[in-house]
């Protein structure tokens, strides 16, 4: 089994800063993908970054140039850092990661318990 802690979210007004950090423990073989989704009030969850294993990484549109992820591998941690909030970034904000529990086993998904960020205008 795997857990996924995430911690950082809050209350930020437009144009400030927050950063969110996510940590993977557990039986960790280990992790394919780190990710950060999101899903605004009344809509779907989307994606907003990932990083592979080997740190490359892939943004979605909306948050390029403003938003950066990181891992640091020894401690199993994702970062996101948003800059510029801007109101429509509010969210629930979801840590993902795909991992492998075993060398037998094949990666499979893993979900955080979501934090909240809210950007004020």
């Known amino acids: 089994q795997v857990q996924l802690v995430e911690s950082g979210g809050g209350l930020v007004q437009a144009g400030g800063s927050l950063r969110l950090s996510c940590a993977a423990s557990g039986s960790i073989f280990s992790i394919k993908l780190m990710g950060w989704y999101r899903q605004p009030p009344g809509k779907q969850r989307e994606r907003v970054a990932s990083?592979?294993?080997?740190?490359?990484?892939n943004y979605a549109d909306s948050v390029k140039g403003r938003f950066t992820i990181s891992r640091d591998n020894a401690k199993n941690t994702v970062y996101l850092q948003m800059n510029s909030l801007e109101p429509e970034d509010t969210a629930v904000y979801y840590c993902?990661?795909?991992?492998?529990?075993?060398?037998?086993?094949?990666?499979?998904?893993?979900w955080g318990q979501g934090t909240q960020v809210t950007v004020s205008s």
């Open positions: 990083i592979l294993s080997g740190d490359s990484t």
């Open positions: 993902h990661a795909h991992v492998q529990t075993s060398w037998v086993r094949p990666a499979i998904d893993y």
